[in-house]
T-cell receptor
């Protein structure tokens, strides 16, 4: 099992709909989780972080964490064409405090 | 407060030449990370440094690649005798600290990257 797994996509979502991006991780002791957005040819940009079970909302973004299932997700409400990007899930690995990145999910918002 | 600064943004080298990539972390950040990203691929961890120390270089190729973060000045990623397969985007990230200092200190902020092209 890969340490941080994401579906590579592309995930196509109509404009205005909810985009749901999923990520699973293998290290049960991980404590902090991050979502980065990366536009083509640009650097990753932090958009959300979460460390407690449950939901965390910030504007149109909601991060959801379920440590028992080792699952973290990102919901984007009212999707806009400008949300089209690759979304990287990152997990802080407990045993050595290293941030492990998933390969990312390509999201395409259809106008 | 300036962000993570990387230079050059684009670097072109011929096979066999040396490439030097520079990274200045955000003010107040003492931890630097280097990643490589190939087209259509995810971020691959290369090395993690603190001032004057290499903490984890498990992602660095054993030959031709080296990294440093001196007491003064930027962190340098050095690639000797470049080959075409080294062509990639190299990103630097910095963070204030580690999880022992608090989970917020683990947040990594990325520079704009250096795109290396080997002819």
């Amino acid at each position: 099992q890969k340490e941080v797994e994401q579906n590579s996509g592309p995930l196509s979502v109509p404009e205005g709909a909810i985009a749901s991006l999923n990520c699973t991780y293998s290290d049960r002791g991980s404590q902090s989780f991050f979502w980065y957005r990366q536009y083509s040819g640009k650097s990753p940009e932090l958009i959300m972080f979460i460390y407690s079970n449950g939901d965390k909302e910030d504007g149109r973004f909601t991060a959801q964490l379920n440590k028992a299932s080792q699952y973290v997700s990102l919901l984007i409400r009212d999707s806009q064409p400008s949300d089209s990007a690759t979304y990287l899930c990152a997990v802080n690995r407990d045993r050595d405090d290293k941030i492990i990145f998933g390969k990312g999910t390509r999201l395409h918002i259809l106008p | 407060n300036a962000g993570v600064m990387q230079n050059p943004r684009h670097l072109v080298r011929r096979r066999g030449q040396e490439a030097r990539l520079r990274c200045s972390p955000m003010k107040g950040h003492s931890h630097v990370y280097w990643y490589r990203q190939l087209p259509e691929e995810g971020l691959k961890f290369m090395v993690y440094l603190q001032k004057e120390n290499i903490i984890d270089e498990s992602g660095m190729p054993k030959e031709r690649f080296s990294a440093e973060f001196p007491k003064e000045g930027p962190s340098i990623l050095r690639i000797q005798q470049v080959v075409r397969g080294d062509s990639a985007a190299y990103f630097c990230a910095s963070s204030p600290g580690t999880l022992t200092a608090g989970w917020r200190d683990t947040i990594q902020y990325f520079g704009a990257g250096t795109r290396l092209s080997v002819l």
